[in-house]
């Protein structure tokens, strides 16, 4: 029986090659599109390991597409992720935050624009090889379930789909280990059952920051001042684009002590700098809300909160301050919370919601 028509984001790796497959098997109509993004041929030429979306990924999926006996494309999305992922990751950094370009290519790419696109060519779904599982709860509304691997859980990098999104996604992979996943595409023969994971930034295969944000915006920031919390000018820092909050190493301060990188002042282009102590949090609040589990926030609520993606998880009480601000109340102190990167909330398994990291209080 036809369950309905897919489209499946493959990137050339097995998690989504493998989720094609399975997909196929359970019944689906699948069709196979790796999202082209890169907006220079010539540097992603250069990946040794392609990442997700380089040239290389093309034949890899291409590959595996004909194995699966798929249809196959290549979809066009340079403008979209130039607009929603590029520009936005080099203006974060240079407002003094450390964004998080994947959670932006997710909400606004790999869904978004391809969701749209896909729907637009009669498909019915979209399906991806995160690690995550789609589920509808008994109030009715769609939210995320981690994984069956709690170590490449991914869902805190997709904390931020809307509900029409999720009614129109499918997540096979989530329901098996990684090892489980490698093992499936070895049996089927797929060339890419031993592909490593990409690590870095799809579009900073050096992982230099600081010089694909000079190079890509023409502006070189200005060296300024280490200062302590009080004021204290300690020394000069290389621009501030250089520096994430919790760094330690590449300061070039000597202290007689370790010390980190507190915050982070772009208007007076300042690095604020302190001992291992400041660096703990209390409280931090939050915006560019989006809930799934629940429709809003109307009462305080104690949930885990993750505020990075390797970070475990931490016990909360959460309030809405605002119309678009939630307070985020730890039980215990947490190490580095990072204005631009993502908080996300936890109600066991399942995602409540989350935001964007606008400040912290000790």
């Known amino acids: 029986m036809n369950k309905g028509k897919v489209v499946v984001g493959m990137s050339g790796g097995v998690d989504s090659s493998v989720a094609a497959y399975l997909l196929k098997e359970a019944g689906y109509d699948v069709i196979g599109v790796t999202m082209q ?7 992603a ?29 290549v979809m066009n999305f340079k403008n979209e992720f130039k607009a ?33 696109r896909s729907l637009d060519i009669g498909a019915d779904f979209i399906a991806t090889g995160h690690y995550a599982r789609v589920v509808k ?4 509304r769609y939210t995320l379930q981690k994984s069956a691997t709690s170590e490449k859980d991914q869902t805190y990098a997709l904390y931020n789909l809307t509900q029409y999104q999720l009614a129109h996604t499918l997540m096979p992979v989530g329901e098996y280990t990684k090892d489980e ?3 499936i595409a070895k049996n089927i023969n ?14 900073i295969p050096d992982n230099d920051y600081a010089k694909f944000i000079k190079e890509y915006t023409g502006e070189s920031p200005k060296e300024g001042n280490y200062v302590t919390p009080e004021g204290k000018v300690l020394g000069k820092h290389k621009g501030i684009i250089h520096y994430t909050v919790g760094q330690r190493k590449g300061l070039n301060l000597s202290m007689g002590h370790p010390v980190f990188v ?34 809003d926030l109307s009462d305080e609520m104690v949930v885990d909160a993750k505020i ?17 601000t939630v307070e985020c109340i730890f039980t215990e102190p947490q190490r580095a919370v990072t204005p631009g990167q993502a908080v996300v909330f936890y109600d066991g398994d399942y995602v409540v919601g989350g935001g964007t990291i606008m400040r912290r209080e000790q």
């Not at 999926?61 to 249809?71: H, N, Q």
């Not at 604020?272 to 799934?292: D, H, R």
Request: proline content about 4%.
């Open 37 to 43: 993004i890169w907006q220079d041929e010539e540097t």
């Open 45 to 73: 030429a250069q990946e040794e390991s392609g990442g997700c979306c380089g040239l290389s990924a093309v034949d890899d999926a291409r590959r595996v597409a004909y194995s699966l006996e798929i249809p196959y494309y």
């Open 84 to 116: 929603a992922v590029m520009d936005y990751f080099a203006d974060e950094y240079l407002k003094g935050n450390t964004p998080n370009p994947c959670i932006a290519c997710n909400r606004y790419v790999k869904w978004e624009s391809l969701l749209k």
């Open 137 to 140: 709860l008994e109030n009715g």
């Open 181 to 183: 996943i490698r093992e």
């Open 190 to 203: 797929l060339r890419v059952a031993n592909k490593p994971d990409s690590q870095e930034i799809c579009f």
């Open 262 to 295: 507190l915050a982070i002042r772009p208007e007076t282009n300042e690095v604020v700098i302190g001992n291992a102590n400041e660096v703990y949090s209390e409280k931090l609040y939050a915006n560019n809300l989006n809930f799934m589990s629940i429709e």
């Open 308 to 324: 990075r993606y390797s970070h475990k998880g931490s016990k909360c009480t959460i309030r809405r301050v605002d119309a678009d």
